[in-house]
């Protein structure tokens, strides 16, 4: 198994894109920590991970609070010794159209989607910086390269966690640490089931590969970034979105 002796922390992994990503490393042989402001479903994936063979960790974690990152951080290196792999997956919408678009609408998406990965981020790359090993995979979006009407403030959170991508991948390659991000087209999770069916069917008319993606899909990036096979990649942007952007 590709990833036996590896520690992964995956941040909103209670349900959705990041709960496939921490089973998708157990069973490649991982340790995972799963965090989430639900700790509930945190602790219901990391039972199922146990089940699996390997060790697992239930973190309750805000990640726009610095300390909540740092004390995730310092629970995961105590509970399983270390981390290798960050995934920064935990994201929120709050989709209005600019006019409509109050600031705290702006503020709590910037916060959760953006300082959040900078703030676990912070935290996990010192900890990989000593040990001169890491990988770290920010869960951006297809609408962080293309825009899209009613998502002022998820858009530019995901734009700017580009940037924040290519910059964490130049400040730590000196210490083999690489940084990558993932841009998801539409999958098909709680995020997505949440609009209107018209909607969906209009999004769906508009992907080449003709269907919503799964959040296996998404996995699948998140795990060959995270790979040996992809040591030599790093400050890339891995769309996985059907061919709708291209
Ligand atoms: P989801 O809503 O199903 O799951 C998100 C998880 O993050 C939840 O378990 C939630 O409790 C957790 N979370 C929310 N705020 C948090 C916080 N402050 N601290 C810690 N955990 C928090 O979402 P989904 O669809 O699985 O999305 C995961 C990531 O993928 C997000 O970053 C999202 O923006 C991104 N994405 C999703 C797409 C989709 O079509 N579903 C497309 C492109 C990107």
Not at 119 to 139: L, Q
């Amino acid at each position: 198994m590709s990833f036996a002796g590896r520690v992964a922390l995956i941040t909103g992994a209670g349900r959705g894109i990041g709960r496939e990503v921490a089973l998708k490393f157990a069973a490649e042989g991982a340790d995972v920590a799963v965090a989430d402001l639900t700790l509930e479903a945190a602790e219901d994936v990391a039972a199922e991970i146990r089940a699996m063979g390997v060790k697992s960790l239930a973190l309750k974690v805000d990640v726009s609070s610095p300390e909540d990152a740092l004390k995730m951080v310092t629970d995961t290196v105590e509970g399983l010794g270390k981390i290798d792999i960050l995934v920064n997956n935990a994201g929120i919408t709050k989709d209005k159209l600019m006019l409509r678009m109050e600031e705290s609408d702006w503020d709590c998406v910037m916060s959760v989607n953006l300082k959040g990965a900078f703030n676990c981020t912070k935290a996990a790359a010192r900890v990989m910086a000593k040990a001169r090993y890491g990988r770290v995979i920010n869960i951006a979006s297809i609408v962080g390269l293309t825009g899209n009407a009613g998502q002022a403030n998820y858009s530019a959170s995901k734009a700017g966690l580009i940037g924040l991508t290519k910059t964490t991948a130049r400040e730590f390659a000196s210490r083999s640490i690489t940084c990558n991000a993932v841009a998801p087209g539409f999958i098909d999770t709680a995020m997505t089931q949440a609009m209107p069916e018209k909607s969906r069917q209009a999004l769906t008319a508009q992907i080449p590969l003709a269907r919503l993606g799964s959040s296996d899909d998404v996995a699948e990036g998140v795990i060959f970034l995270a790979s040996d096979k992809a040591s030599y990649i790093t400050g890339h942007v891995l769309s996985i979105n059907g061919g709708m952007y291209m």
